[in-house]
């Protein structure tokens, strides 16, 4: 069951840092709500439990607001131990002077597109709806002692195909300025397209000689000498009067014995 629930985590954030560009660290924003659950529930330290969530690699810092800080303390002594818990936590800078409710500055925070990249993490179940009509909004929430990434809704899924075909097919504009181009381009007797890269040209590897460095190189014989041209020569005389004896047969040693 771990196993299953890590893997839809995993696909989630691939889902959102693929069609969105989220990249790590992962910015998380968190309202009083999920404060308070990562307390009762004794998920602590946050950041490590979230981080494991993600899949992260790095440290996953955790935001909030001026507005929901302002919405903790005035809920009294009942959730003092939340409100200095997210005192601990970095603020993000909203533009409101005077403050409003935690839902409309995560809301404000967002925007429409969500440039900042956030995780927003809630236990507020209207805001959790609202979050899921923005795209590119992931959300993260507690059940028990256990953290969830809801799976991107079908608008989300929807925003991100569409975002995807856009950018893949070419608008008419740029097509009739493609076509300009290359019209010109033939008129002026260059016969090449704009943009598109000149083929190039192959040349066909001709039989060369043999390498130099692996040939070897003839050795020139040695002149002998005038002492050894005239010792050789005397050599050769005295070979050529050798004379061969030739052996005697019976017959001759007989006619030998009877002339004596």
């Known amino acids: 069951m771990r196993v299953k629930k890590r893997s839809r985590h995993r696909k989630a954030v691939k889902f959102y840092s693929t069609c969105f560009g989220f990249r790590e660290p992962y910015k998380v924003l968190v309202d009083g709500t999920f404060v308070h659950h990562l307390l009762v529930h004794q998920l602590l330290p946050a950041d490590d439990a979230v981080r494991e969530l993600l899949s992260a690699s790095r440290t996953t810092p955790l935001f909030t607001s001026k507005c929901v800080l302002a919405e903790l303390r005035r809920l009294g002594k009942s959730h003092a131990q ?55 909004v992931p959300v993260i929430y507690g059940l028990k002692n256990s953290l969830f990434i809801e799976q991107p809704s079908a608008q989300q899924r929807k925003f991100a195909q569409l975002d995807e075909e856009k950018r893949i097919h070419m608008e008419k504009s740029e097509f009739k300025k493609l076509l300009k181009a290359s019209s010109e381009e033939k008129a002026s007797g260059d016969g090449n397209t704009p943009g598109v890269a000149e083929k190039s040209k192959f040349k066909r590897n001709r039989a060369k000689g043999p390498n130099p460095l692996s040939c070897k190189k003839k050795k020139p014989k040695p002149q002998p000498s005038d002492a050894q041209n005239q010792g050789a020569a005397a050599d050769g005389e005295a070979k050529r009067k050798r004379v061969r004896k030739r052996k005697r047969s019976g017959k001759d040693s007989n006619q030998a014995d009877t002339a004596s």
């Open 82 to 136: 939340d409100f200095d818990a997210a005192q601990l936590l970095a603020t993000a800078s909203c533009e409101h002077e005077k403050v409003v409710s935690a839902v409309d500055c995560i809301l404000s925070l967002v925007g429409e597109k969500n440039p900042e990249h956030y995780f927003v993490a809630t236990q507020d179940s209207d805001l959790r709806e609202k979050l899921r009509e923005i795209p590119g």
